[in-house]
């Protein structure tokens, strides 16, 4: 995809993550009902309505492809191995912080292109924040509806290192992982916002020692990768997307600064 085209896309994905927070927040200011799905996750009225917007909104878009949500019906997914391009979408990422009502949630739409996310736009909009990137163009953070500011991951620090982790999954493996690292910080954010704030340079690295599904990262992967940062499984490998029969994740490390060895203290347990 050339340049400007990817920069009009952007601009297109950031309209309708608007439009999703909009109507998410409509739901967050009032009382709503809390179902369990099958995995016992929360699901809200909320998630539901973000992904008919943006799924709509997504299928408006030319080329026409298909979209991959946290919310889609099974039936809908039946041949996603084999599209080479498609969108990956999580309506409502962090419902649990929705239900706290802790503002640490997001909306995050990607663009999956040979198994990678090279587009993304991940927006909170209980925080205002938006953040965006795409491959070969950079990577940017909007505040309260202000101007758009390009960033860049930040690069070996002196001192703790700067540890976001989740708020609502802790993790044993976690915890002995950061014993073998040395000293560091330890910051609890909840949703994609994790891998927003390595991005960004306000944390050196995003450990996650847990379960997540391709959904939760691929956005926050775009943008992190955008600005300089790397995401990679435990043999130090980027993720990559639809390239199993299941949706889940392996274990990775999102980092700032990818010439660090950040894999010691995780394959030396």
Same mark, same amino acid.
């Given at each position: 995809?050339?340049?400007?085209?990817?920069?009009?896309?952007?601009?297109?994905? $950031?309209?309708?993550a608007t439009a999703a927070g909009d109507a998410i927040m409509s739901v967050y200011g009032g009382e709503f009902a809390v179902e369990l799905k099958d995995d016992q996750s929360p699901l809200t009225e909320a998630d539901r309505v973000s992904h008919e917007l943006i799924v709509a909104a997504l299928?408006?878009?030319? %080329?026409?492809?298909?979209?991959?949500?946290?919310?889609?019906?099974?039936?809908?997914?039946?041949?996603?191995?084999?599209?080479? $391009?498609?969108? @990956?979408? !999580? &309506?409502?990422?962090?419902?649990?912080?929705?239900?706290?009502?802790?503002?640490?949630?997001?909306?995050?739409?990607?663009?999956?292109?040979?198994?990678?996310?090279?587009?993304?736009?991940?927006?909170?909009?209980?925080?205002?924040?938006?953040?965006?990137?795409?491959?070969? @163009?950079?990577?940017? #953070?909007?505040?309260?509806?202000? %101007?758009?500011?390009?960033?860049?991951?930040?690069? $070996?620090?002196?001192? &703790?290192?700067?540890?976001?982790?989740? #708020?609502?999954? %802790?993790?044993?493996? @976690?915890?002995?992982?950061?014993?073998?690292?040395?000293?560091?910080?330890?910051? %609890?954010?909840?949703?994609?916002?994790?891998?927003?704030?390595?991005?960004?340079?306000?944390?050196?690295?995003?450990?996650?020692?847990? &379960?997540?599904?391709?959904?939760?990262?691929?956005?926050?992967?775009?943008?992190?990768?955008?600005?300089?940062?790397?995401?990679? !499984?435990?043999?130090?490998?980027?993720? #990559?997307?639809?390239?199993?029969?299941? @949706?889940?994740?392996?274990?990775?490390?999102?980092?700032?600064?990818?010439?660090?060895?950040?894999?010691?203290?995780?394959?030396?347990?």
């Amino acid at each position: 995809m050339k340049l400007n085209a990817k920069q009009a896309l952007l601009n297109e994905l $950031r309209a309708i993550a608007t439009a999703a927070g909009d109507a998410i927040m409509s739901v967050y200011g009032g009382e709503f009902a809390v179902e369990l799905k099958d995995d016992q996750s929360p699901l809200t009225e909320a998630d539901r309505v973000s992904h008919e917007l943006i799924v709509a909104a997504l299928k408006s878009l030319r %080329p026409a492809l298909p979209v991959l949500s946290e919310e889609s019906a099974p039936e809908e997914l039946t041949n996603r191995l084999s599209w080479e $391009r498609y969108w @990956l979408v !999580d &309506p409502l990422d962090g419902t649990k912080e929705f239900v706290k009502r802790n503002g640490e949630f997001t909306v995050n739409i990607a663009l999956v292109e040979q198994n990678r996310a090279s587009v993304g736009v991940v927006l909170a909009p209980a925080k205002e924040l938006e953040y965006s990137g795409a491959f070969g @163009l950079g990577a940017w #953070r909007r505040v309260s509806g202000g %101007p758009l500011e390009e960033f860049r991951t930040a690069l $070996r620090q002196t001192g &703790p290192v700067r540890v976001v982790c989740s #708020r609502s999954h %802790p993790s044993g493996a @976690l915890a002995a992982y950061l014993k073998r690292l040395g000293p560091h910080e330890l910051k %609890p954010m909840g949703s994609s916002l994790k891998i927003c704030l390595v991005a960004d340079g306000q944390a050196d690295m995003y450990p996650r020692l847990g &379960p997540t599904s391709e959904w939760d990262t691929a956005a926050a992967q775009a943008i992190l990768e955008s600005a300089g940062g790397s995401m990679m !499984d435990s043999a130090g490998q980027a993720l #990559r997307y639809n390239t199993k029969d299941g @949706l889940l994740n392996p274990y990775f490390l999102a980092v700032g600064d990818p010439d660090r060895d950040w894999l010691a203290a995780l394959n030396n347990g």
